[in-house]
């Protein structure tokens, strides 16, 4: 009886959230708040109190959105990522490659911070590891279209996927970041385009 109490209750909340313009931006203003917070004392000292305090929001009002700061986080990564990846169309894979990745080399170098707390708290928050699986990194990212879009212009052959971009092009990204703390400059994109991701493409290609 007490479960489906909190359901309904949960239901009715939910059904009360207010809508608009001035309710959106209260929704982006807490988000920019918890990624302001990762940035300056990590995941795992973030809390409601200081996220209700800098967001200058109520708790109860965070708490009609989300349940706690896993997903206040993961939609405010999400939110970010989206925000910042405007899918490429230059008219050819290298190119189209080149432009998203340097996107999302950008971004990455002005988040270095939060990119870091989050990857570091994953580890041991399996609540936040399962929402960022889902929420943004595993969805269906640029790399997708651009293969399309290449497959379509007859620089791939059909049945390409994104699969190995989607993986290593990350990786080798967050590598030099993260763990080398080298630059994401204009040299190391066209070494991972030209050098690492357009021979992955190839081999695919001659193997079919």
């Known amino acids: 009886m007490v479960v489906a109490s909190i359901d309904t209750e949960e239901h009715t909340d939910r059904a009360n ?35 209700a305090e800098r967001a200058h929001a109520g708790k109860a009002t965070i708490y009609r959105r989300w349940t706690g700061k896993a997903q206040v986080v993961a939609e405010a990564i999400r939110r970010r990522k989206s925000a910042h990846e405007i899918d490429p169309d230059t008219g050819s894979l290298r190119g189209d490659l080149l432009s998203a ?16 707390g989050v990857m570091s708290a994953m580890r041991t928050d399996p609540e936040l590891a399962a929402l960022m699986r889902a929420q943004v990194i595993n969805a269906e990212g640029r790399f997708d279209g651009i293969i399309r879009r290449s497959i379509g212009r007859g620089e791939l052959p059909d049945g390409t996927t994104a699969e190995m971009i989607n993986e290593v092009g990350p990786a080798v990204v967050m590598m030099r970041l993260v763990f080398r703390g080298e630059a994401l400059d204009d040299a190391f994109l066209d070494h991972l385009v030209d050098d690492i991701l357009i021979p992955i493409l190839g081999h695919t290609r001659s193997s079919t």
Do not use: F, K
């Open 17 to 51: 959230r207010p809508t608009g313009p001035r309710a959106e931006a209260r929704e982006q203003a807490i988000l920019d708040a918890a990624l302001e917070l990762i940035s300056e004392v990590g995941y795992d000292r973030l809390s409601m109190d200081a996220l």
């Open 101 to 116: 990745l340097g996107q999302t080399c950008t971004s990455l170098s002005l988040d270095e911070a939060i990119v870091s």
